[in-house]
């Protein structure tokens, strides 16, 4: 027994062409030391079994293109492609954790991490994970006649993880940069400015979406692969998140690690410098004709920080909100207040620390009022402002500038989200 990211699981053991197998299956009742499940990942080159109910959820958004997809006897998936050479298929998700199958003929090469449309074709952008040039990157254009890829000839994988166990995780870190993880190695991918000439074109990275690429050059049906996409289920699996706020927002280093931990689908609304009574001259572009179910309200710091008054604020909170439950009445609101700050920043008169700004507020009292309208409401407050870790004492190293959070200190936030979203429930 097991128990991962929340998960719990239970293990069998399987035969196969290559001998008994242990993989791994889902066990509500289980509980147990995750040491056992490291120790079974080493037990054969594919040893985790995704979660069948999960792969086969029609929400989970599985996009093919040339491609095709099925489970062999419930513990393997077999990918194939219906053209004459390449396909894809297009987990839509920022985090996956997979295994080579180890069989003869049925084996996994290329992991999609971003994608091109350009002169009129459909390309992706490849990690080479097969004895194929490992580690490198390529560029394939997806047609039904013709197999155009060219590789860039350098390895961005540990040399050691090729030997290894072969279980990977590959999760998005926002702007084009990918963590993988095999074993005891960790390599980061940064692909932003990736820029490859394919059939005399032009191949750059437009946006990410993680997956799997096939070549039909071996046969039909040939990649087996395991065993599947690694997030957590839960009542907010494929559920369509709006993150809407300022600069923070916008730069969004929150929001795939919370995506990753709801199995959401988010949409990002970020205006860097906006108060909360601009955004409410801009809310409506979230009234799209696609009906969110969770939508987030992350600003408050550019009131602040702009000398803005408490009441302007107010009423553009109010603006807002009204109008998102207008529109939909069903969604989950949640309210983020501003993080502690340092920042003196080039908006004329912006204030550094906590204040008190040119009106002779503090932060807090916008904290406060922030507050005051959520609890009106009944929505549901998370304070990053008491809670979200950053202080006087911290805000250098956690900040790029004593406000934008780094990075990997969005990764921590993202975590406090989508952990305080896990709370609440969808209402349908």
């Not at 999609?112 to 490849?126: D, K, S």
């Not at 700004?357 to 904290?367: A, C, E, R, T």
């Not at 250098?396 to 993202?414: N, Q």
């Amino acid at each position: 027994m097991a128990v991962v990211n929340g998960e719990n699981y239970r293990y069998i053991d399987m035969k196969n062409d290559s001998g008994t197998v242990r993989h791994m299956l889902e066990d509500t009742q289980a509980r147990d030391d995750v040491a056992d499940l490291k120790s079974a990942t080493k037990e054969s080159d594919y040893s985790l079994h995704q979660i069948n109910s999960y792969i086969n959820d029609p929400t989970v958004g599985i996009t093919t293109y040339l491609a095709s997809w099925s489970w062999e006897n419930d513990t393997r998936l077999i990918i194939g492609t219906t053209s004459a050479y390449w396909g894809a298929i297009f987990l839509n998700k920022t985090n996956i954790v997979f295994s080579h199958s180890g069989q003869t003929g049925k084996y996994l090469d290329y992991i999609v991490l971003g994608t091109c449309r350009t002169a009129g074709n459909f390309y992706v952008i490849c990690l080479s994970i097969g004895s194929n040039r490992f580690g490198q990157l390529v560029a394939v254009r997806l047609h039904q006649t013709l197999s155009k890829y060219t590789f860039d000839g350098t390895s961005h994988l540990s040399s050691e993880s090729y030997d290894n166990f072969r279980k990977y995780t590959i999760s998005y870190q926002g702007n084009g940069v990918y963590t993988v993880v095999n074993g005891d190695y960790t390599d980061t991918i940064d692909i932003s400015n990736f820029s490859i000439v394919v059939d005399n074109v032009t191949v750059t990275f437009d946006e990410q979406n993680l997956g799997f690429a096939v070549n039909s050059s071996h046969g039909n049906k040939d990649r087996m692969l395991v065993y599947g996409v690694g997030i957590n289920r839960t009542a907010w699996n494929g559920r369509k998140w709006f993150a809407f706020g300022d600069s923070i927002t916008y730069r969004g280093h929150y929001i795939p690690t919370a995506n990753n931990l709801l199995g959401t689908m988010s949409t990002k609304f970020g205006h860097s410098g906006y108060s909360y009574a601009e955004l409410a001259t801009v809310y409506t572009e979230m009234i799209d004709g696609t009906t969110p179910d969770v939508i987030t309200l992350f600003a408050g710091t550019n009131d602040f920080g702009h000398n803005g008054t408490i009441s302007d604020m107010v009423s553009g909170m109010r603006t807002i909100i009204d109008g998102l439950y207008t529109a939909y009445p069903k969604v989950q609101l949640i309210i983020i207040t501003p993080l502690q700050r340092n920042y003196s920043g080039s908006a004329s008169g912006e204030i550094a620390g906590l204040g008190p700004n040119n009106l002779g507020k503090y932060l807090i009292d916008y904290v406060n009022a922030i507050k005051e309208i959520a609890q009106e409401y009944s929505i549901p407050c998370l304070d990053l402002y008491s809670c979200g870790g950053i202080n006087m004492n911290n805000v250098s190293v956690k900040t790029e500038d004593g406000l934008h959070p780094i990075a990997t200190y969005g990764a921590v936030l993202g975590h406090q989200i989508g952990n305080f979203i896990l709370g609440y429930m969808p209402f349908d």
